[in-house]
Each structure stands twice: as structure tokens, then as C-alpha cells.
């Protein structure tokens, strides 16, 4: 117990002292529109515990709410619409297209757009915390077959699928069902890989309803096992992240996985 107060203890320092050495250093690069200093900022922040949602393991507060508008808008300065265009020219060139081609003149353009517009972060993230009081409800809240896509970032190629997400419900208070999409959707619009991705959809959900325990199942389907290598079709990837009793209590897993399941019977 005191060797989890020490951890926890040194964990909020390290990431105060973080906080302290990169806020001015983003200010700085956000003044001076300094892309390639912005570019840094974000891995380093990632190492710090950030995420788009605030720190990793932070109760929502005003602490928490802080790091996500910091993390927004240097994300959003980070990405470089004219370099992404500049680097699908040269994707282009390097597969000996002209780029003078009807068909690809406008190419750079829409690819940058789109990426733009994947990576954005929405600006209600504060939003996400809120939760409202219900009467009666069950021991846990399940929502599954909710569909979301993200990029491998091995290959820069889509993995997609449907995930199921669960929490305890926390002093009879419960998240609006949009709000767990909306943060599988945050988490999953970065470049990802499958299993930190599910990790960090639970961290997210502990963090945004207080709960104890949480469960995310991620099922998907990657091109880049589909269209190379060993060329895969239809081979589906499941992930699982457990926090507090769903890890602990085998009765509740159990019940969990088998309303998931019902869910796959029906349709
Ligand atoms: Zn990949």
C-alpha cells in the first residue's frame, strides 16, 4: 500500500515537472509557429502521461481539463497541411505517377484534408466528463457493436471494427452513451496501434466516470495484415482491457462477455 502511495506519488510529480518544462516550451513554438519544434512536443508530452483527454491515471479537474486544451491546440498547430502535400507529391513521384495527371492533380490536396480533418480533435472535449444522475440502474453499463476506425501506424494503413465498452456504474451516476463513442473516436483518430489503443479507451473511461472497474473489447480487421505479408482476409484482431472488478470478479466478466455475444446471436 505504501509502496502504491510512493508510485502514485512520484508519478503526479513527474508529470508537474513535465508540465512545468513544456508548457512554456509549446508557448514558445506556438508563438513562433515553429512546426518542427510543435512536432516534438507531442511524443514527449505522450512519454509525460498526457493524452488528448488529459493525464493519464488524473482524476477530471481543472488540472485535467488544462492538459487536454494545451494538447488540442498544439495538435491542431502540429499538423502541417502544406508538408503533407508536399509528401504525397513526392509518395507520387517516388511510384513514377505524373503528377500532372487529371486524376491525381488535386491528389496531394484532398489526401492532406483528409488527414487534417481524421486527426482533429473536436472542441467539446470538456464535455466528455459530464454525467447525470439515474435512479435505478443495473451494476454495469454496456455499450457494444460501436464501429470505429483508426491507422496502424506500422504502415499507415486503416484497422477497423466495433468495440464494446463497459463500466460500473459509480454512485448511481452514468455518461451519456454519445460520450463513450466520442472517446473511442478520440482515442482511435491518432496514428494507433490496437492494443494501446484499448488501453487507453479504459484508462479514459476510468478517468471520465470515477468507476472502479471497466472493460473495452476491441475487434477489427487490419489492411496491412489483408493487403501484405501474409495476406490475411477477414483475420480479426480482438484486444481486451480490464480495470478494477472486471479483472478481479470472473462472475461479472463472465456476464459482460455473454451480453456481448448475445449481441453478435441477434444480428
Ligand atoms: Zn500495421
Not at 498544439?74 to 505517377?97: D, P, T
Request: net charge positive.
Amino acid at each position: 500500500m505504501l509502496r502504491e502511495a510512493n508510485e502514485l506519488h512520484f508519478h503526479e510529480i513527474f508529470q508537474g515537472q513535465t508540465l512545468a518544462i513544456l508548457i512554456p516550451f509549446a508557448a514558445f513554438a506556438v508563438r513562433k509557429n515553429a512546426k518542427r519544434e510543435l512536432s516534438f512536443f507531442l511524443p514527449a508530452a505522450r512519454v509525460a502521461g498526457w493524452s488528448p483527454l488529459g493525464l493519464k491515471g488524473g482524476k477530471p479537474g481543472a488540472f485535467s481539463l488544462l492538459t487536454c486544451g494545451v494538447f488540442k491546440i498544439i495538435r491542431l498547430m502540429s499538423i502541417n497541411r502544406q508538408a503533407i502535400e508536399e509528401g504525397v507529391r513526392l509518395l507520387l513521384s517516388g511510384l513514377g505517377e505524373d503528377l500532372q495527371r487529371e486524376g491525381l492533380v488535386e491528389t496531394p490536396d484532398r489526401v492532406a484534408r483528409f488527414y487534417e480533418k481524421f486527426f482533429h480533435v473536436p472542441d467539446n472535449t470538456e464535455g466528455l466528463h459530464k454525467t447525470f444522475g439515474i435512479e435505478h440502474c443495473g451494476r454495469y453499463v454496456l455499450l457494444r457493436n460501436v464501429p470505429f476506425f483508426s491507422l496502424c501506424e506500422h504502415h499507415l494503413l486503416p484497422f477497423f471494427g466495433k468495440a464494446a465498452m463497459a463500466y460500473e456504474v459509480h454512485s448511481n451516476r452514468v455518461l451519456g452513451l454519445s460520450k463513450c463513442v466520442r472517446i473511442l473516436e478520440l482515442c482511435a483518430h491518432q496514428l494507433q496501434l490496437q492494443e494501446r489503443l484499448t488501453e487507453e479507451v479504459a484508462d479514459t473511461l476510468v478517468k471520465m466516470t470515477s468507476s472502479e472497474g471497466v472493460m473495452v473489447l476491441l475487434e477489427a480487421r487490419h489492411l496491412c495484415l489483408e493487403m501484405r505479408g501474409v495476406k490475411a482476409g477477414g483475420a480479426c484482431y480482438v484486444t481486451r482491457a480490464l480495470r478494477g472488478n472486471f479483472a478481479t470478479d470472473d462472475g461479472l466478466l463472465s456476464d459482460v462477455l455473454a451480453m456481448i455475444r448475445l449481441g453478435k446471436t441477434e444480428h
